[in-house]
């Protein structure tokens, strides 16, 4: 996959009719400072998100527009930067409204959503963590995760880690990534191009 360039495009809270199954959206969600905005600067290959060391540094649902070639064309994407939740010095009233705002524009995005869930490869799953999957399947939303921050683990680490959300999960895909080395970056890209392609073929039916 060669990206050709990408932008930012628009800020939104509710999905935004004028691209609705147009474009593969792929949206990166994810609790807050887990490095999802970091992601989609790796995967573009320009600093088009606004990464930061604080939590809480993406508020409202960014929108980019990648342009890449596959197989030959020029075509298009979505990656749409999710604000992180469970930020613990945010106020209760706070993490609903922004919990709305994600379950809002998933479960409304349906048809076109693509998820990938930014997970620190270090984490423990906690309540909050395990809420957010019982959601994901509940709903079947077509979801993979990504386990980031790789470089701060050994190998053994993400494979374990990646061995105890198999047994939650039998569609999904379970990758492993690093911002800081680009470790999984060309297989992420690969595995977003193949929701694309899946796309493609349900819109021609
Ligand atoms: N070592 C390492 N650090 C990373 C990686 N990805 C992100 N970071 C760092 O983690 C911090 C948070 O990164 P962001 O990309 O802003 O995280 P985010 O999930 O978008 O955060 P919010 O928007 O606040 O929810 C930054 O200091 C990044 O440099 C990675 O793969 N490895
Ligand atoms: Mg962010």
Known sequence: MKILNAKYLKSVTSPDRSLRGKVLEVSFVGRSNVGKSSMINSLAMRKIAKTSSTPGATRLINLYLIEYEHKGARQ??????????????VSKSMQKDWQKMIEGYIERNKEIQKIIWVYDVRREPDRLD??????????????????TKTDKESRGFAANKKRLFKQYIKKGEILTFSAKTGEGRKELLEHILKLGDVLKKLNNN
Do not use: H, N, V
């Open 130 to 147: 395990e809420m957010l999957l019982e959601w994901f399947l509940d709903r079947e939303l077509p979801f993979s995760i990504a386990l």
């Open 76 to 89: 298009q994407a979505i990656f749409s930067d999710f604000p992180g939740f469970g930020y613990a010095k």
